[in-house]
Nanobody
Framework: QVQLVESGGGLVQPGGSLTLSCAAS????????MGWYRQAPGKERDLVAA???????NYADSVKGRFTISRDNANYTVQLQMSSLKPEDTAVYYC????????????????WGQGTQVTVSS
């Protein structure tokens, strides 16, 4: 089955930087839109950034100018470079992807990673 695995989370001081990575693996025919979402305690899971297969991106207003999303199509990975981090960026960050699996190549399915914790604190 298709799986998404996040890495790179951790503790960082306000104003610091951190880079998250997500690797997709399994029976992948087409890897389409990929994105990062985050969920803080007591809040809904919200979109942070997304990138299409041709490189088009969009960001939440709260992270514009501070975060950068990119992808490596050859290795089925997506990264989120985070800088000027704020305490309000603290959350569990989840990788998300729309994928056509080889088993059912005529339809896209949505997949989630297990999440990685990012804590911004002094």
């Amino acid at each position: 089955q298709v799986q998404l695995v996040e890495s790179g989370g951790g503790l960082v001081q306000p104003g610091g930087s951190l880079t998250l990575s997500c690797a997709a693996s399994g029976s992948i025919f087409i890897l389409n839109r990929m994105g990062w979402y985050r969920q803080a305690p007591g809040k809904e899971r919200d979109l942070v950034a997304a990138i299409t297969s041709d490189g088009s991106t969009n960001y939440a207003d709260s992270v514009k100018g501070r975060f950068t999303i990119s992808r490596d199509n050859a290795n089925y990975t997506v990264q989120l470079q985070m800088s000027s981090l704020k305490p309000e960026d603290t959350a569990v960050y989840y990788c998300n992807a729309d994928i056509r699996p080889w088993t059912y190549p005529n339809k896209y399915y949505n997949y989630w990673g297990q999440g990685t914790q990012v804590t911004v604190s002094s």
